[in-house]
């Protein structure tokens, strides 16, 4: 029996981290999904689970971009 409750116990302490876990993503997510107005410009970085959508009317990339298929 100990060692079952021994499981028992890890186990919640595994769902509390994935709560945690899945809190801080959620947190994430709200703070990209934001607009940006400057002079009539709109842009936008939107992050979700399926997938990510850049819109702007000049995108400016900086370093090495790869971008698959």
Avoid: C, P, W
Wanted: hydrophobic share 40%; charged share 40%; proline share 0%.
């Amino acid at each position: 029996m100990d060692e079952i409750n021994k499981l028992r116990e890890e186990m919640e302490i595994l769902k509390d981290d994935l709560d945690v876990i899945y809190s801080y993503a959620h947190s994430l997510e709200r703070a990209f999904d934001t607009k940006v107005s400057r002079n009539e410009i709109i842009s936008a970085i939107n992050l979700s689970k399926e997938g990510v959508r850049i819109a702007g009317d000049k995108i400016h990339l900086d370093g090495e971009t790869l971008i698959d298929k």
